[in-house]
């Protein structure tokens, strides 16, 4: 077994190659700057961003595909990391239910060294391989799953552990890595490598690395989302009204989309037990209320053939 000195020197290694490690020598200065300087030139780096993701528009669609298709089967998406990868993961399934409408148990985010890590940091907990397939193993991972693992450098432990496992048994698995040729992307069905090149500052992979994360994380749950027919002519419908804002955008959102007034769309949501979609099928088809629930049911929640299904 490698000793600690020769462990040390092969991440060393490692690390001298990933362009996220990288820094550059005009940056030496950024302490010497004015303030408008700083700004302009952090926002310079961040705008090389979208194009880098938009460099992997091919590999994420075919996530979006998988992740949906595996929906449709009852299947979840689980998102994998650690650190601010892991955060990312978190976050995004956190949002999940309230924009959505999904249950908690849709989307999950597990992060290296468990709820603690998410405010703090937990040392050494990305460093253990068997970890997330641990966690994995506790939810009864199967082959109607998606794993998405996160990692900014591409060869963190933790993450590598957890892809192995789910495509063990069989899940789907997505890489995002910030680093090409990464050892997650390896070993994932599906890698989605968006290189974006040395940090503004040396080392924190939470800025152009942790941005490309979210923008990645947003486009495969929004997506699939949408392919499931969460959203109705661009427009959010299957959001929950969990408060009074939330409830005032619901009868917003029946009344704009309907075309009715504000009253009628507030009479129909009550009718619906508060469900946007429903109440746009009754509006929009005059059906009553069992018989729009029907047809929804009937056309995998998707409004528009519920719609087609009535006319």
Same mark, same amino acid.
């Given at each position: ?17 990933? *362009?996220? /490690? !990288? ?6 200065? +950024? @302490? $010497?700057? #004015?303030?408008?300087?700083? &700004? ?87 460093? *253990?391989? /068997? !970890? ?6 506790? +939810? @009864? $991972?199967? #082959?109607?799953?998606?794993? &998405? ?163």
């Amino acid at each position: 077994m490698p000793n600690d000195d020769s462990r040390l020197a092969a991440l060393l290694s490692v690390l001298e190659t990933l *362009d996220t /490690e !990288a820094s550059t020598t005009e940056r030496g200065d +950024l @302490d $010497l700057l #004015e303030t408008t300087e700083l &700004v302009r030139r952090m926002n310079a780096e961040d705008r090389r961003v979208p194009e880098a993701v938009a460099e992997r528009t091919a590999e994420i669609a075919a996530a979006v595909d998988g992740i949906t298709e595996r929906f449709r089967r009852g299947g979840r998406l689980i998102y994998i990391g650690a650190g601010t990868a892991g955060r990312i993961g978190v976050l995004d399934a956190s949002e999940c239910p309230p924009t959505f409408g999904t249950d908690p148990s849709m989307v999950v985010g597990l992060i290296a060294g468990g709820e603690t890590a998410i405010r703090s940091a937990v040392e050494n907990a990305e460093d *253990d391989e /068997e !970890a997330a397939g641990d966690s994995l193993r506790a +939810l @009864d $991972l199967t #082959e109607r799953d998606t794993v &998405v693992g996160i990692s900014a450098s591409g060869r963190t432990p933790y993450v590598v552990g957890g892809l192995e496992y789910a495509r063990s048994v069989g899940a789907l698995t997505v890489a995002i890595a910030s680093n090409a040729n990464s050892a997650i992307g390896a070993v994932a069905d599906i890698p989605i490598e968006v290189v974006t090149g040395p940090e503004f500052i040396s080392g924190s992979t939470r800025l152009k690395s942790g941005t490309a994360q979210k923008l990645v994380v947003n486009m495969l749950t929004t997506l699939s989302m949408i392919k499931l027919g969460k959203t109705y002519r661009g427009v959010m419908v299957d959001l929950l009204a969990t408060n009074e804002k939330l409830h005032a955008r619901s009868i917003r959102t029946v009344s704009q989309l309907s075309g009715v007034g504000v009253d009628e769309a507030a009479s129909a949501l009550q009718q619906a037990q508060g469900s946007v979609k429903l109440a746009l099928l009754m509006l929009a088809t005059a059906a009553p209320v069992e018989t729009a629930a029907t047809a929804l049911a009937g056309a995998d929640g998707i409004l528009r053939d519920a719609i087609s299904a009535l006319a």
